[in-house]
């Protein structure tokens, strides 16, 4: 089938200016129908073109949201020990006033690269979705960087925790001051944990160990006296 240039399409054939019939004359009829015609083309033509535009769209879409998971699992695995940088390394950093970027990150790189293979009738509705997507993906690696830090504060407390309880342990049980001394820095950095729950649980294992640990220094000096205690 050939193919009707758009703008000739468009147009409803002009039966006026190139040639005047008489109303209900056959060749005006038929100059009349084929100018219905064409516009009927034009519009299933406009039609099918939205049509095809949306699913690419939607496509485009579906291969952005894969994209931006996967470069989330890889900063993710790639981040450091605590965290740190993971967010905005991911969204960049907005201003809380005007909720504009102040500093890019990645996910601005992806995105912007992915408008640029949308068809021009849908790339405002795309871009529309880019705030939704930012929230959405800053929330994600927000939470992510918050349990990095958390697992990371507890991995750092459990060794020093097991150091300084095998120090009391091999310590003499009568020097109460390096006792509470090592018991105390144990407190202060518990203290400087940033979950609550985790704080609490860890000061109250924090003193427990460290009771034991002093029993096993009394057992090891004088294994009647520990008894005796």
């Known amino acids: 089938?050939?193919?009707i240039p758009l703008q000739l399409a468009q147009?409803?054939?002009?039966?006026?200016?190139?040639?005047s019939y008489p109303d209900g004359s056959p060749v005006g009829a038929a100059m009349q129908g084929f100018?219905?015609?064409l516009s009927a083309i034009a519009k299933r033509f406009r039609q099918q073109k939205r049509q095809q535009d949306a699913f690419d769209a939607d496509i485009i879409g579906r291969e952005l949201n894969a994209r931006?998971?996967?470069?989330?699992?890889?900063?993710?695995q790639t981040a450091p020990a605590d965290g740190s940088g993971l967010h905005d390394f991911?969204?960049?950093?907005?201003?809380p006033r005007s909720a504009g970027v102040v500093k890019p990150g990645l996910f601005d790189q992806i995105f912007d690269d992915t408008v640029?293979?949308?068809p021009e009738g849908e790339r405002a509705n795309f871009l529309a979705q880019k705030q939704a997507l930012r929230l959405a993906g800053s929330a994600r690696m927000a939470a992510q960087q918050h349990a990095r830090r958390q697992s990371y504060e507890q991995t750092e407390w459990s060794e020093v925790e097991q150091i300084y309880t095998g120090s009391i342990a091999q310590s003499d049980p009568n020097d109460i001051e390096t006792f509470e001394a090592i018991r105390q820095s144990g407190?202060?950095?518990?203290?400087?944990?940033?979950?609550?729950?985790?704080?609490q649980a860890a000061e109250t294992a924090w003193r427990s160990k460290t009771a034991k640990a002093l029993v096993k220094a009394m057992i090891a000096q004088d294994p009647k006296r520990a008894l005796r205690c």
């Open 1 to 3: 089938m050939a193919t």
């Open 35 to 37: 100018g219905d015609e």
């Open 68 to 76: 931006i998971a996967h470069a989330e699992a890889v900063a993710v």
């Open 11 to 19: 147009r409803r054939l002009d039966i006026g200016t190139v040639a």
């Open 187 to 199: 407190l202060d950095l518990i203290g400087k944990m940033g979950n609550p729950l985790a704080r």
């Open 116 to 118: 640029a293979k949308v």
């Open 90 to 95: 991911m969204y960049g950093q907005l201003d």
